[in-house]
């Protein structure tokens, strides 16, 4: 018999597609961890679990269906349930309906590992992240959410689209807030070394307009399909693995940025201790007046919930 993994992620509302897509993509990575999947219906973990472990024969994670209890004590839990979004429906709408759920998940999950990592995936990210750092009892540096890491990917396949380079090549990230106050770092956005907007086929381009495409991507998932899962899965599958790896990678993410005051999705390096680094990003006048907005409106959403 193989030997079980000695590390642990626990997936949340691993019974439903983000979740279940979250696992996966683990699995798939190659990530030598064991993956436990708890949900509120143990029929749905169950059945993912089982599924999802026959995918892992040639790989060196494993997956079963877990308790709270167990998940509590995992190196990195990944919160993927709460409400779905509706069609057009802001996601600052999700809180209260969410709020609930999220305090509801820390206290099963008690006591929690004190070295455990909290990567919050469910929306509104940001508030969501925030309320549940206050309720888990962890350090800041230890509780994150995926922010606008999928966001800022949607921006690189769009602009590998327009420039030809691969994605990977460019350097530009979403920022602000995960939602509708997100906005596009173009001033410090590069391009094998360039300014991003110096390239000859960005010269003349309607930069709002790729703005509002990025923005309005989940809306069209959602309209089309009822939800997204496949993106933020994988999104969510690498960032554990950052830190379960300790590989010190810069992802922009939902993490407490101290100069700001308050969560917000913005490039951080993260490993084994959660937050290593944040990295102060140098914005043009109009940019700062964008993420002054996303500030606010955080600050405000957070008030509610300290």
Not at 23 to 50: H, N, R, T, Y
Not at 257 to 273: D, T
């Amino acid at each position: 018999m193989a030997s079980i993994p000695k590390q642990k992620v626990a997936v949340i509302g691993g019974g439903g597609n983000v979740g279940a897509s979250t696992a996966f993509a683990l699995i798939a990575k190659g990530v030598p961890a064991e993956v436990l999947i708890v949900d509120l219906s143990d029929k749905a973990a169950l059945g993912q679990a089982l599924d999802i472990s026959d995918a892992s024969f040639t790989m060196p994670g494993t997956c079963r269906q877990a308790s709270f209890k167990e998940a509590g004590q995992a190196d990195v839990i990944i919160i993927t349930a709460g409400a779905r979004q509706k069609p057009d429906e802001p996601r600052s709408n999700l809180i209260d309906r969410n709020y609930t759920i999220i305090k509801s998940i820390m206290d099963s999950l008690q006591p929690i590992k004190s070295t455990a990592k909290l990567l919050l995936v469910s929306n509104p990210v940001d508030v969501l992240t925030h309320i549940a750092q206050t309720t888990s009892g962890l350090p800041r540096a230890q509780v994150i959410g995926s922010g606008t890491y999928l966001d800022s990917g949607r921006l690189r396949n769009t602009l590998s689209d327009i420039t030809g380079v691969s994605p990977t090549s460019i350097h530009a990230y979403m920022l602000g807030e995960h939602g509708d106050n997100q906005f596009t770092g173009w001033s410090s956005a590069r391009i094998g070394g360039l300014p991003l907007l110096d390239h000859p086929k960005l010269r003349g381009l309607d930069l709002d307009s790729i703005n509002q495409k990025i923005a309005r991507k989940a809306y069209e998932i959602i309209e089309a399909k009822g939800s997204t899962y496949y993106g933020i899965g994988m999104c969510a599958a690498i960032i554990a693995e950052a830190l379960l790896n300790n590989t010190s990678q810069v992802f922009p993410l939902t993490h407490y940025v101290e100069n700001l005051g308050c969560y917000m999705s913005w490039p951080a390096a993260i490993g084994s201790g959660g937050v290593g680094q944040s990295f102060d990003v140098k914005l043009d006048s109009a940019e700062t007046t964008k993420l002054d907005i996303a500030v606010n409106a955080i600050k405000e959403a957070c008030a509610k919930y300290t």
